[in-house]
């Protein structure tokens, strides 16, 4: 029986569409699932016929069904049940054989698998796969890190498989040793939410101030699709808006319940920049915004008791529209570079050395954030790679300058009507913050050392001084 070039263990969507992506570019894959019925589902279904899939139901039968050295790919849930698996596979696997953790794993999580893998002297790897179910089939965004030596063994398997941009460039490539990858994926994330969040606002302005309806709405996002904004993410907010409901006959998005879930990604990246002591306010403030949806029902007692200004819009609905596209544009673009400013810092902590415009080109094609002005990003790293902040490329720049005025009426007009725009909000304090050359900071310096004896530095003078407050009065 001839040996499989790799083998998958886990066949959830996104792992049965990986199966067939790998299969139809060539490649003999071996399957396992821990519930064997689903091997067997996927044989009968999905896979019938398809002589590049084998089915193998015992780790050992499936080690055994691969080429040496043997690559196997994970794509099992992240936490305890990769651990678990790994600890399963090491009995059967040999010096060399190549472990790809494929799930959203926590990168800190990718660093410690990969020390343990040294000491049994297998390979690891952490890879980033962005594109949900589409991708996974069609060819998603690949963001491999961890041992360069299996990267050298893989890189064919995953290019073919990836997704292809630009006369077949593929959008995958090294992204550098132990959880590099992972923390691509996870920042990749993080930028996702922001956007989902930042479109989300845009929509809600439209349907609560303007009293659009989401026919309307929807002929806004398909018109900005085709402008400076096309993404995935417009794309398919305009599908979304046009889909009626069968049960009732209105617009299927006006009976989905406004409380959104998460998996955990945003959150680690707002850790994570905590941690490194990086600002990544709109970001964070989306996963808060998911956070504050989710508990409905209090939302729904808080409302019959606190009461805001009457939303009532007066002036030029056509103009606002545009104010709003600008608020948007110059939103994500603070986003972003809050999301580049994080892998710059993470890259110099943890000496991975990223590529920051090679990684908005992985973004282009397959992944959930991809979008025309990724290019752009490129671009600005292109001509400096030593760019302190997007804000600061002359393109952003002028971007952000042309859009500012009706970005400040946007949010002042929702301040003033009491419409929560939490992503646009930070977005723009982020802004007027980075430019700023004085911050009040000068004042919690102040206090830091009048209750802690923290001390402070002098704008006139060099050295760290401490004043005994009590004393002065």
């Known amino acids: 029986m001839a040996k499989a070039d790799i083998g998958l263990i886990g066949l959830a969507v996104m792992g049965q569409n990986l199966v067939l992506n790998m299969a139809r570019n060539g490649y003999v894959v071996s399957v396992y699932n821990r519930t064997v019925s ?14 590049n899939v084998i089915s193998t139901y015992s780790l050992e039968e499936f080690v055994q069904s691969l080429k040496k050295p043997r690559k196997v790919f994970l794509m099992v849930k ?19 054989d190549i472990i790809i953790d494929g799930g959203n794993s926590y990168f800190k999580d990718t660093r410690r698998r990969i020390e343990w893998m040294n000491i049994e002297e297998i390979l690891y790897m952490g890879v980033g796969v962005s594109g949900g179910e589409e991708g996974a089939l069609n060819g998603p965004s690949i963001m491999p890190g961890g041992d360069v030596q299996a990267w050298w063994q893989v890189e064919k398997i995953l290019t073919d498989i990836s997704a ?11 992204m550098g040793p132990d959880g590099a990858g992972h923390y691509v994926k996870m920042v990749h994330n993080g930028i996702e939410y922001g956007d989902m969040q930042l479109i989300s606002e845009a929509y809600y302005l439209m349907k609560v101030l303007l009293k659009m309806s989401a026919k309307e709405i929807k002929s806004v996002f398909a018109k900005w699709n085709g402008e400076e904004l096309n993404s995935y993410l417009i794309a398919i907010t305009a599908d979304i808006l046009g889909r009626t409901d069968e049960l009732t006959g209105n617009p ?33 403030e989306a996963v808060f915004a998911r956070n504050i949806s989710a508990i409905k029902d209090e939302r729904v007692r808080a409302s019959e008791q606190l009461s805001g200004p009457e939303v009532l819009f007066e002036g030029d609905k056509e103009k606002f529209i545009a104010d709003i596209k600008d608020a948007l544009y110059a939103s994500k673009i603070c986003s972003y570079a809050q999301g580049f400013a994080l892998l710059k810092t993470a890259s110099d902590e943890y000496n991975w050395n990223l590529e920051l415009g090679e990684i908005a080109l992985l973004w282009r094609g397959g992944c959930i954030i991809r979008a025309r002005f990724l290019n752009s990003i490129n671009d600005a790293f292109t001509l400096n790679p030593q760019l302190e902040n997007l804000l600061l490329d002359p393109f952003f720049k002028d971007v952000i300058h042309r859009s500012q ?5 946007v949010i002042s007009a929702a301040a003033l009507k009491g419409i929560p725009i939490p992503a646009f909000s930070s977005a723009l304090s982020y802004f007027d913050s980075y430019r700023s050359e004085s911050l009040p900071a000068n004042l919690i310096q102040a206090q830091r050392d009048y209750f802690g004896a923290h001390t402070y530095k002098r704008i006139d003078r060099e050295g760290t001084f401490h004043t005994e407050w009590l004393e002065l009065d």
């Open 164 to 174: 292809k941009v630009n006369e077949n460039v593929p959008c995958c490539s090294y």
């Open 38 to 51: 689903k091997v067997d589902d996927f044989m009968k279904h999905s896979a019938k016929d398809n002589d």
């Open 252 to 284: 299927l998005v006006d009976v989905i319940l406004d409380a959104a879930q998460q998996k955990g990604t945003g959150k680690w990246t707002a850790q994570e920049a905590l941690d490194l002591g990086v600002s990544i306010p709109t970001i964070t």
């Open 405 to 409: 005025s009706g970005w400040r009426r």
């Open 78 to 96: 992240a936490g305890t049940g990769v651990d678990d698996t790994i600890k399963n596979l090491i009995p059967y696997l040999e010096k060399g």
